[in-house]
């Protein structure tokens, strides 16, 4: 049985930092992604990291700010986050497939954690 399971989030003031893991367990893939969802908005990408290549892909949004990493021997990602915002509030999901294109497409994911809230406070 696949599960993915999150953990790190909290609260933090603005400028703060917080770390998020998701361990899965189940079976390996090819890509693991991280997404979030806001209050009355769309689930949006966050980051993705291809385990085959070590290749990474960032929204525009947390370029620069967001680190994706992934432990391969404790088949586990990792979400850095740095400089947060206020805007950046959201539960955060983790995802994962074996479809390699168009990572950043939600409808790619086939495998879902439980989400973690992670809020920003001004």
């Known amino acids: 049985q696949v599960q993915l399971v999150e953990s790190g989030g909290g609260l933090v003031q603005a400028g703060g930092s917080l770390r998020l893991s998701c361990a899965a367990s189940?079976?390996?893939?090819?890509?693991m992604g991280w997404f979030r969802q806001a209050p009355g908005k769309e689930r949006e990408f966050v980051a993705a990291i291809n385990w085959s290549n070590g290749s990474t892909y960032y929204a525009d949004s947390v370029k620069g700010r967001f680190t994706i990493s992934g432990d391969n021997a404790k088949n586990t990602m990792y979400l850095q986050m740095n400089g947060l915002k206020p805007e950046d509030t959201a539960v955060y999901y983790c995802?994962?497939?074996?479809?390699?294109?168009?990572?950043?497409?939600?409808?790619?994911?086939?495998?879902w954690g439980q989400g973690s809230q992670v809020t920003v406070s001004s």
């Open positions: 189940g079976r390996t893939f090819y890509v």
């Open positions: 995802a994962a497939t074996n479809q390699k294109l168009f990572v950043r497409n939600v409808r790619r994911y086939d495998y």
